[in-house]
């Protein structure tokens, strides 16, 4: 069962615009969110968290928006430079019960930024 | 460098063969995290390991599979007599600790099952 959903495989945006990168979660008890950026043949790389007490969560040209009651997120990128161009991974987290810890995963949406 | 060290980085082993991937943690870290990736897919949970301690391994293929993370040295995952869907970038992660919800990725193991 997919709890955590990316429902573009793929985003292709200008240099200098906005990217949004939409994530969708269905299990209620996630209450932090990350996004990662992964590069071929590399790791994961943290980028940004947001707790669900919170709706935006802001670091440089990254912003994190949550919307409980949608159960969706999304990351702004602003402005997008080719340098992003990666595949962005949403993850999602319970700090309740039996799945303590364990990170839960979309898909990822490949972005990539053209100049 | 003080990130999530992962070796081998590739690995190549025959059906029937055992791999063993290790991963040492950031420094500090207690708390070690194992995740695979199958190719098109997002990245799934198969452990979580503090030292000397399995604290949730109910991702993990009952069979064949185990994980270790022993008092000293690196984290180990262990898969017995291999087979081509073991096929997989297997990732580690690391922690501060469960309250630490940001968990910080090796660059990954990649095994090819011939």
């Known amino acids: 069962d997919q709890q955590v959903k990316q429902n573009s495989p793929s985003l292709s945006v200008q240099e200098g615009r906005i990217s949004i990168l939409n994530c969708d979660y269905t299990?209620?008890?996630?209450?932090?969110f990350l996004w990662y950026k992964k590069y071929p043949a590399e790791g994961p790389t943290f980028l940004i968290s947001?707790?669900?007490?919170?709706d935006k969560n802001e670091d440089g040209r990254f912003t994190v928006f949550l919307n409980k009651s949608a159960k969706h997120l999304s990351l702004h990128i602003v402005p997008s430079q080719p340098g992003d161009s990666a595949v962005y991974f949403c993850?999602?987290?319970?700090?309740?019960?039996?799945?303590?810890?364990?990170?839960?995963f979309g898909r990822g949406t490949q972005l990539t930024v053209w100049p | 460098n003080a990130g999530v060290m992962q070796n081998p980085r590739h690995l190549v082993r025959r059906r029937g063969q055992e791999a063993r991937l290790r991963c040492s943690p950031m420094?500090?870290?207690?708390?070690v995290y194992w995740y695979r990736q199958l190719p098109e897919e997002g990245l799934k949970f198969m452990v979580y390991?503090?030292?000397?301690?399995?604290?949730?391994e109910s991702g993990m293929p009952k069979e064949r599979f185990s994980a270790e993370f022993p008092k000293e040295g690196p984290s180990i995952l262990r898969i017995q007599q291999v087979v081509r869907g073991d096929s997989a970038a297997y990732f580690c992660?690391?922690?501060?600790?469960?309250?630490?919800?940001?968990?910080?990725f090796g660059p990954g193991t990649r095994l090819t099952v011939t």
């Open positions: 390991l503090q030292k000397e301690n399995i604290i949730d």
């Open positions: 992660a690391s922690s501060l600790g469960h309250n630490s919800y940001e968990q910080y």
């Open positions: 420094k500090g870290h207690s708390h």
């Open positions: 947001i707790s669900s007490i919170k």
């Open positions: 993850a999602a987290s319970s700090d309740r019960g039996s799945t303590l810890g364990r990170l839960y």
């Open positions: 299990n209620s008890m996630f209450d932090y």
